[in-house]
């Protein structure tokens, strides 16, 4: 059994840019691959669930990324989401009794040289191997409760209300 289970919904994390046409699309998830460079040495399993910007996540989407959560037998899950809508779907999963499960993401693209998702998702991992059971947001080297955060655009971070 692997210690822990990495679910990829897309997002700027997996954004890779397309200069012929000027714009972004989803990729291949990354975290293997920033996992693999960083000599990340605990067994983890990685399935990717979409590839979406979060904002063109609907409902049947959150249902889809909330049924693979809870139907996951690894106590320990962690799940690469857009920033944009992050917050509503780590609400929509609630409560989880048993099991951490940690969001994460990026302003900027893994495959970017500057790029904040390698530090997110180390600080991630960290949080599943320190925490309580419960649902939390990784982001900007804070942790939060989903339930009293948000999105600060403009200061490209996460803050707690």
Known sequence: MTDIKIFTTGGTIDKIYFD?????KIGEPQIGEVLHEAGVSASYA???LMRKDS??????DRRLICDAIRAEPCCKILVT?????????ALALGDVPGRIVVFTGAMQPARFRVTDAVF??????????A???GVYLAMN????????????RVAKRFEAD
């Open 81 to 89: 989401h857009g920033t944009d809508t992050m917050v509503e779907t």
């Open 20 to 24: 012929a046409i000027s714009e972004f």
């Open 46 to 48: 990685v399935t990717s």
């Open 55 to 60: 904002l063109e996540l609907d409902a049947e």
């Open 120 to 129: 997110n998702i180390g600080f991630a991992l960290g949080v599943l191997q």
């Open 131 to 133: 925490r309580d059971a």
């Open 141 to 152: 080297g804070q942790i939060f409760d989903p339930a009293h955060v948000h999105k600060n």
